[in-house]
C-alpha cells in the first residue's frame, strides 16, 4: 500500500508541507512543479510558500485549475485575478496559469503532469470539519495513490 493510515496521519496532522514519494521513484531535477488550484483567496500566500520552498531548484511553478463540467463554480478568486497579482509582485520562478478540462479532478490532474512533464506536484488540504474533510481527502489519497510523480501536501493556516 502506498498511502495508508500512517501516511494519512501524518498527512492530516503535520504542521508543515508534507512530500510523498511514489516508492518506484528516484528523486532527480524538480524543474516543472504543478500546483492544484480550487481558486481560494489564500491561493497567493500558499504559491509564495512553494517559491520559498522550491527556490532555486525549480523553474517553473504551473497553477492548474481543472474543471469537469459537472457544476457551475462560483469561487473568490478566479484566474485573471491570480494571474494579475503574480503579474504585479514579479515572483522568483516563473509561473503559468492553466485551465484543463477533465473527467474529474485526479483525472485531469495526472493527465496535466503527464503532458507537461511535471516532476512535482502541490496540493493543499484545506481546514474542514471532520466530515468534510473526510470526503475531500479522498480526493487527494486519489491522486496520490495513482500518481507516479512526488507530490507535496500543504496546510491551509
Not at 32 to 59: G, K, M, W
Not at 98 to 112: A, I, Q, S, T
Not at 116 to 131: A, C, G, P, S
Request: net charge negative; with cysteine.
Amino acid at each position: 500500500r502506498i498511502f495508508g493510515s500512517v501516511s494519512s496521519s501524518v498527512i492530516t496532522k503535520a504542521e508543515c508541507p508534507v512530500m510523498i514519494i511514489p516508492g518506484n521513484v528516484e528523486l532527480s531535477d524538480i524543474s516543472t512543479v504543478l500546483y492544484a488550484t480550487d481558486y481560494q483567496e489564500t491561493d497567493p500566500f500558499h504559491i509564495n510558500r512553494l517559491i520559498e520552498l522550491l527556490h532555486p531548484f525549480s523553474e517553473v511553478i504551473r497553477c492548474v485549475h481543472v474543471t469537469t463540467g459537472s457544476k457551475a463554480e462560483n469561487k473568490p478568486l478566479n484566474l485573471e485575478k491570480l494571474k494579475n497579482f503574480f503579474d504585479s509582485h514579479s515572483p522568483a520562478i516563473q509561473i503559468s496559469f492553466h485551465e484543463w478540462k477533465g473527467e474529474n479532478v485526479r483525472k485531469g490532474l495526472l493527465e496535466f503532469a503527464g503532458v507537461y512533464e511535471v516532476d512535482l506536484m502541490t496540493m493543499l488540504l484545506q481546514k474542514r470539519n471532520f466530515l468534510e474533510n473526510l470526503t475531500h481527502f479522498s480526493k487527494s489519497r486519489n491522486v496520490v495513490h495513482d500518481s507516479k510523480i512526488p507530490i507535496i501536501i500543504m496546510h491551509e493556516h
